[in-house]
């Protein structure tokens, strides 16, 4: 196996195990890496089969999880930080995308006590190595500082629930593998069609 295709195949596993994604999206994700990236005579055929491989991977590994895993510890906090008038971006593109989420509030009358957010390739980061980095903005989009009691305040809820937590070099790094389970069965991906399909 090449290089490209063996990170193109650990793209396709970490948009898979990350549940970030419709399966639409997924697939549409996957088939645009492979043929970025790779000379295949059929991308179609090979985007949808790795899909279905790490589908098929993901549940069998699912099988062997607590009943409680990271993952549902992370979903407990950021609910509460939600209540405590915090917002949180699970999977935000990008920093303009957790800037624009604010300027929306403070336009609707809305404005949030903060914003915690983090990408994609952070929660890439944390399926295997146990560690998710969330950036923690005051509604100013001022960053967190020590001192800052709304540092404290997310720190306090993620260890609250069983999530060691401490800030480093700007954003606050939880110790928690993204374990979460498959909302769909490993069955086969079955896109809408496409022009060129």
């Not at 944390?126 to 903005?137: R, S």
Request: aromatic fraction near 8%; include cysteine.
């Amino acid at each position: 196996m090449s290089l490209a295709e063996d990170h193109v195949r650990e793209f396709a596993r970490s948009c898979v195990r990350s549940g970030l994604l419709d399966d639409t999206a997924l697939y549409d994700e996957v088939l645009l890496a492979v043929r970025n990236d790779l000379d295949v005579p059929d991308p179609e055929s090979t985007a949808r089969a790795w899909v279905e491989e790490f589908r098929a991977e993901l549940d069998t590994d699912a099988r062997a999880w607590p009943e409680v895993t990271d993952y549902d510890r992370l979903q407990l906090a950021f609910a509460e930080l939600e209540g405590l008038g915090l917002v949180v971006l699970q999977g935000c593109p990008d920093h303009w995308s957790a800037k624009a989420e604010l300027e929306r509030r403070r336009e609707v009358g809305d404005p949030p006590a903060g914003i915690a957010w983090f990408t994609p390739p952070d929660v890439w980061h944390a399926i295997d190595e146990g560690m998710l980095e969330v950036n923690v903005w005051h509604a100013s989009t001022a960053n967190v500082a020590p001192g800052d009691d709304l540092l404290d305040t997310v720190v306090g809820v993620l260890e609250h629930h069983g999530l060691a937590a401490h800030f480093d070099e700007g954003r606050i790094e939880v110790s928690a593998s993204w374990q979460r389970r498959p909302l769909s069965g490993p069955g086969p991906v079955d896109p809408a069609p496409t022009m060129d399909s």
